[in-house]
């Protein structure tokens, strides 16, 4: 109830800070869904992997991939598809599908940032605005009423203030946490296809000397 009226106190600045806060929320459980489907134990699947391609059974490592269909899997899946091509055309195979893959992970993620300083831009402009009107709204009007229309007048901006602060840090704060992800999902990504490429490079190297 107090949102409620503090909303409609706010006046019309209210409006645009309100649109970007729901904007910051709808991106805000987007991107941690996605992330949280993207997130694997990195030294489990690479032990897993690391024990099939040393044993010669790429099919099995490819088939251990497709079974946790992430970014890396994928990744490393088509690497492993190339496991009898050059070193060359493994890496060229991985780089093409980190492109279509990496995108994803970082998508929409810096939009946060962007929102929680629209927001705050928001707030302060509907500040401005507010004491403008309050100040130009005792002009010429009859001393008892100057007080009310006055209270008014900073009534509406520090209610901008508060939403489009509140909805800043709100902003803010989820690309903080969110960019911490991604960046830990990037990491495993290069840590993981980085073994994986020497993995396939130097089980082909073991083969080819044996024969």
Same mark, same amino acid.
């Not at 991107?31 to 992997?49: H, N, P, Q, W, Y």
């Not at 497709?66 to 994928?74: D, E, I, M, W």
């Not at 902003?171 to 911490?180: E, I, K, S």
């Given at each position: 109830m107090f949102l409620f009226e503090a909303f409609q106190l706010g006046g019309w600045g209210m409006y645009p800070i309100l649109l970007l806060c729901i904007i910051t929320v709808y991106l805000?459980?987007? =991107?941690?869904?996605? %992330?949280?489907?993207?997130?694997?134990?990195? !030294? =489990? +699947? *690479?032990? %897993?992997?690391k024990s099939q391609i040393v044993s010669? /059974?790429?099919?099995?490592?490819?088939?251990?991939?497709?079974?946790?269909?992430?970014?890396?899997?994928?990744?490393?899946?088509?690497?492993?598809?190339k496991a009898g091509s050059s070193?060359?055309?493994i890496q060229q195979a991985m780089d093409e599908e980190a492109l279509r893959e990496l995108p994803k992970v970082e998508k929409r993620t810096g939009y946060?940032?962007? +929102?929680? /300083?629209?927001?705050t831009l928001a707030g302060l402009l509907g500040t401005i605005t507010g004491l403008i009107k309050s100040?130009?709204?005792?002009?010429?009007? !009859?001393?008892? *009423?100057?007080?009310? *229309?006055l209270s008014k007048?900073?009534?509406e901006a520090m209610n901008c203030t508060a939403f489009g %602060?509140?909805? &800043?840090?709100? &902003? +803010?704060?989820?690309?903080?946490?969110? /960019?911490?992800k991604t960046q830990?999902?990037? !990491? &495993?990504?290069?840590?993981?296809?980085?073994?994986? %490429? /020497?993995l396939v490079v130097a089980g082909r190297s073991n083969t080819g000397a044996q024969q």
């Open positions: 805000t459980i987007e =991107r941690s869904t996605f %992330l949280a489907k993207c997130k694997i134990d990195t !030294d =489990r +699947l *690479m032990s %897993l992997i010669g /059974n790429i099919r099995g490592a490819i088939t251990t991939c497709q079974a946790t269909p992430v970014p890396l899997t994928k990744i490393i899946a088509a690497g492993l598809n070193e060359h055309d946060l940032a962007m +929102l929680g /300083n629209l927001a100040f130009a709204s005792v002009a010429g009007v !009859d001393p008892s *009423m100057k007080a009310t *229309m007048g900073i009534s %602060l509140g909805t &800043g840090i709100l &902003g +803010l704060a989820a690309f903080a946490v969110l /960019n911490g830990h999902i990037l !990491d &495993g990504v290069n840590q993981g296809t980085v073994e994986a %490429l /020497n």
